[in-house]
């Protein structure tokens, strides 16, 4: 059986690697898109405190916890997974009540998340915060570093017979794969050339302002933006209308005639990739890869800045998570590292590190860690995240030979590794480890 896996982020890894285990030949087109997700994200797997009224979303990213412990094991290789616990930290007594009967709601079927007790002084736990802060300490809340874990996977697969090709995949209105291989981006994170889905020119250089009807102000976007009621998810914001989905610049034409190398009604549209199984875990870019389907995945990106700083000659590794009511995440790593983030961001494909963002991801992450004032900021890095507008994850068939598997939004490095294993599940045929109904496409 011959699969190819468009994508080679967290999911794509992920499915790489659980096919190859079982002696499938496997191909991943690796588009290196600037502002992938997987490279961008802090890596925080502490589910039970979000999606209070979607079940859905929850159980998905619940499972995708549960999941991680037997991967560190199988890999056998650092990944940066570490359960380190997460404060969610408050000003005010009152406002951590509806987290803590969330979680009292949630034990007796999640006891992975551990003991939740009151820490009355969340500083003596990790030194930077303010010192009028209130929190709640959730033990098993864990941190991974997302890069380590999609490298580690497809070492794994490419260690198992997979090959790793780079280049831009595109489909056929029959579903077939072509790959136009590139290692160059244009300014939106595009390989240049043939953008997903189109047989358009290259583009020319996007010069726009970040601009959009539903974009983010400074200021009030973050994951610790409270949500509007009590019920609503700790570390999210409020949800945000449903938003169209960001099309790529260009005409989609699905080029006619020869598509077997090289020119076809549109130019060179590429080579094509044999294969009797395709998994599109292309992220963000997913609608355009699957468009010549004739099919429409509402499917856009959500921008996220976030920065990296250093505390010299201070040990981070094995500090809590601090998740705010109110601000932003902070995550500590090795290697004296803190995370701090991230904005949340609809601005099209504009994989790009703004003034505006890092103003605001310093002025709240100060807020709420003061102590930070002195650290060396050593990286900013911007990602993606992939939103499926009807609201959950999108995960399932297209046809009888395309799967898709995409819309992790905040929650990729998560479920990541679990999702890839049910669209692994997919495309041998196999029933999912869980009910894919819920994030099954719209009308397909």
């Known amino acids: 059986m011959r699969v190819a896996v468009i994508g080679s982020g967290i999911v794509g890894a992920a499915a790489a690697y659980h096919l190859s285990g079982r002696g499938v030949s496997v191909t991943v087109v690796d588009g290196a898109y600037q502002g992938e997700a997987t490279q961008a994200g802090a890596g925080i797997v502490c589910p039970w405190v979000d999606h209070p009224d979607d079940d859905d979303w929850y159980r998905l990213t619940r499972e995708g916890a549960r999941h991680y412990p037997a991967l560190v094991e199988a890999l056998g290789e650092d990944i940066g997974y570490a359960r380190v616990g997460a404060l969610l930290v408050a000003e005010e007594p009152a406002d951590l009540e509806p987290v803590r009967a969330l979680l009292a709601r949630r034990r007796a079927g999640a006891p992975e998340m551990g003991e939740v007790t009151d820490v009355p002084s969340p500083s003596a736990l990790f030194p930077p915060l303010a010192e009028d802060l209130v929190a709640l300490h959730v033990a098993g809340a864990a941190r991974v570093d997302g890069r380590a874990v999609r490298d580690a996977l497809l070492h794994a697969a490419v260690a198992r017979g997979a090959e790793v090709r780079p280049g831009t995949a595109m489909l056929t209105p029959a579903g077939q794969v072509l790959v136009r291989e590139t290692r160059d981006a244009d ?6 050339g043939r953008h997903p889905g189109t047989t ?9 302002p970040d601009t959009a009807p539903d974009a983010a102000a400074p200021g009030t976007a973050g994951p610790g933006t409270p949500a509007s009621g009590a019920a609503g998810s700790w570390r999210q914001g409020a949800p945000r209308p449903q938003a169209p989905a960001a099309p790529l610049e260009g005409t989609l034409e699905v080029a006619q005639g020869n598509t077997a190398g090289g020119t076809g009604g549109g130019g060179d549209v590429g080579v094509v990739l044999e294969a009797d199984v395709v998994i599109v875990a292309a ?15 509402p ?30 995440y902070l995550v500590g790593f090795p290697g004296s590292r ?14 790009r590190v703004t003034m505006g ?23 900013a890095r911007v990602g993606l995240r992939p939103v499926y507008a009807p609201g959950p994850p999108l995960i399932g068939r297209l046809t009888d ?44």
């Open 401 to 444: 030979r395309v799967v898709v598997a995409t819309g992790l939004s905040a929650y990729g490095l998560t479920a990541g590794p679990f999702t890839g294993r049910i669209a692994a599940a997919l495309a041998l045929g196999e029933e999912p480890p869980i009910d894919i109904t819920p994030y099954g496409p719209a009308g397909v």
């Open 299 to 328: 499917v856009f990106p959500r921008r996220g800045q976030i920065l990296h700083a250093a505390l010299d000659g201070v040990d981070t590794a094995w500090w809590p998570i601090v998740l705010p009511r109110s601000g932003p």
């Open 338 to 351: 803190v995370v701090v983030g991230a904005t949340v961001e609809d601005v099209g494909f504009a994989p």
């Open 187 to 192: 300014s939106r994170g595009r390989p240049l």
């Open 283 to 297: 992220g963000a870019w997913a609608g355009e890869v699957c468009r010549p389907l004739g099919v429409e995945l």
């Open 200 to 208: 358009a020119p290259d583009a020319a250089p996007d010069t726009a």
């Open 357 to 379: 963002g890092l103003d605001e991801v310093l002025q709240a992450g100060l807020r709420v860690a003061p102590g930070l004032f002195g650290a060396t900021v050593t990286e």
